[in-house]
């Protein structure tokens, strides 16, 4: 498709569990970012990729979230022993780079995940 | 501290009504100010793009002004349909690092 594609639409997950979630970008996009929206609240910044620098991690909030993204296209989030409060919409968006473009960021539909 | 600030933080009107979402920042320098509407549900879609120069833009029902000495933005949307019942967010650019600032967004609801 044209847009940023995530997977799983919906994530139920047992507390202690591991998961994963998919990122594909826009083709062409070197930019791609992670963020977390829980339930009535804005958006928090996670992690940033653009090209082959490295990502900015300054948002993770624990040691048990990280990200990677292969061959500068599909990305996967990754948290470890899932907690309840890890319970949000983990939405993705990519751009292209800063200084080719105004900026835009298209979102996926994000993964709505559920610790219970 | 780069910021944004949002207000309201949430608005009820009634249909057929206009409004005005407000955006206040501090991020400097400054590259752009984007509005996007994010429907329950869904992930945030642009609807426009204020650069230093711009004063007014419209899109549609949609008018953003900016002033970049006070470092205010608005969204004034006219005579509202129920489709606008969304969160408007306010995302500011820096130009030095690339960083990208979200407001925590207006929660608009129209009423019939």
């Known amino acids: 498709g044209a847009g940023v594609s995530q997977s799983p639409s919906n994530k139920v997950t047992e507390k202690g569990k591991d998961v994963e979630l998919r990122c594909d970008p826009i083709s062409g996009h070197t930019a791609l970012y992670w963020y977390r929206q829980s339930l009535g609240q804005g958006l928090e910044f996670l992690i940033y990729f653009q090209g082959n620098s490295a990502p900015d991690k300054s948002g993770l909030p624990s040691d048990r979230f990280s990200a990677e993204r292969t061959g500068g296209s599909v990305s996967t989030l990754t948290i470890q022993r899932t907690q309840q409060e890890d319970s949000a919409v983990y939405l993705c968006?990519?751009?292209?780079?800063?200084?080719?473009?105004?900026?835009?960021?298209?979102f996926g539909e994000g993964s709505r995940l559920t610790v219970l | 501290k780069n910021q944004v600030e949002q207000s309201p933080q949430s608005l009820i009107i009634l249909e057929g009504k206009n409004c005005t979402l407000q955006c206040n920042y501090t991020v400097s320098p400054f590259s752009n100010l984007r509005w996007y509407k994010q429907d329950t549900g869904r992930g945030p879609v642009s609807l426009t793009i204020?650069?230093?120069?711009?004063n007014t833009k419209s899109n549609g029902r949609y008018t953003a002004t900016l002033d970049a000495d006070t470092k205010q933005s608005s969204l004034h949307i006219t005579a509202s349909q129920l489709s606008d019942s969304a969160s408007y967010i306010c995302v500011v650019r820096g130009n030095r690092d690339d960083k990208i600032i979200f407001g925590k967004g207006t929660r608009l609801h129209i009423l019939p």
């Open positions: 204020m650069t230093f120069s711009e």
């Open positions: 968006a990519s751009s292209l780079a800063h200084r080719a473009g105004t900026g835009e960021l298209f």
